[in-house]
Nanobody, 122 residues
């Protein structure tokens, strides 16, 4: 069983940056593709980015491409999301999870964590 804890969210002005972390406990973190997803108020959870088990392959939603970077450190059982040039429309709760496949929309599986709130003011 893999447990996931997201952190690093906060309030930032438009154009600012944040770095999210996803810490995994349990077995076999390095054996899974991983992804970031987000859910804005009143909207469904959506795909943001995914990364293969070894970090060699990444995918991004068109809305974040060129601004966000997903990465992972298997030695630390941690995945990251560097978010630059943030926009008010990036405001959402951000979640991480394992994915069955890395191609969008990521096919997340397993339990969701609490997420971390990102709020971008204009």
């Amino acid at each position: 069983q893999v447990q996931l804890v997201e952190s690093g969210g906060g309030l930032v002005q438009a154009g600012g940056s944040l770095r999210l972390s996803c810490a995994a406990s349990g077995r076999l973190f390095s054996g899974y593709g991983m992804g970031w997803f987000r859910q804005a108020p009143g909207k469904e959870r959506e795909f943001v980015a995914t990364i293969s088990w070894n970090g060699a392959i990444t995918y991004y939603a068109d809305s974040v491409k060129g601004r966000f970077t997903i990465s992972r450190d298997n030695a630390k059982n941690t995945m990251y999301l560097q978010m630059n040039s943030l926009k008010p429309e990036d405001t959402a709760v951000y979640y991480c999870n394992r994915v069955r496949i890395t191609t969008p929309p990521g096919s997340a599986f397993g339990s969701w964590g609490q997420g971390t709130q990102v709020t971008v003011s204009s």
